[in-house]
């Protein structure tokens, strides 16, 4: 049989097998939030750069990490077994902040903050974070 449109076909078939939005659940990851900001020190200076992580209050096996950048900024993104995503699951969260460390005997030591974020679905879940 042939087909006399199959380039058509063909195009059609590669527009919708492109590919899922950025945030659209996988197997073990749940849909995602956009979820950015800022780490600032105890005196309102930009906290020069590591990386963050968002712990789970409920139980998951996807692991929700960032870097900071040299002006504290970070974006947030989900990582499970069969892949990563851009954001975090709604939900309450720990957070834990880490150094960059500046050698390879440096050691450093991961600040907790005392304060929990909750990040809803709907919300701008742009966030300002203070060390204590």
């Known amino acids: 049989m042939i087909f ?4 058509l076909l063909l195009a059609a078939l590669v527009t919708f097998s492109g590919g899922c939005s950025s ?4 197997r073990d990851v749940p849909k995602t939030y956009p979820v950015v ?3 600032m020190r105890a005196d309102g200076s930009p906290f020069p750069g ?6 789970p209050k409920a139980r998951s ?3 929700i990490i ?3 950048d040299e002006k504290g900024y970070f974006t947030m993104r ?14 309450e ?11 390879q005997e440096e050691q450093v030591q991961s600040i907790t903050l005392a304060k929990t974020v909750v990040i809803r679905p709907g919300e701008k879940n742009e966030l300002a974070l203070k060390l204590d």
């Open 78 to 91: 989900s990582v499970g077994a069969d892949g990563k995503l851009e954001g975090t699951p709604e939900g």
């Open 37 to 39: 900001g800022t780490v």
């Open 23 to 26: 945030n659209a659940p996988t």
């Open 50 to 55: 590591g990386s963050i992580q968002f712990r």
């Open 4 to 7: 006399p449109h199959r380039g």
């Open 66 to 68: 960032g870097d900071i």
């Open 93 to 103: 969260y720990d957070v834990i902040v880490t150094p960059i460390s500046l050698s």
């Open 61 to 63: 096996t996807v692991t």
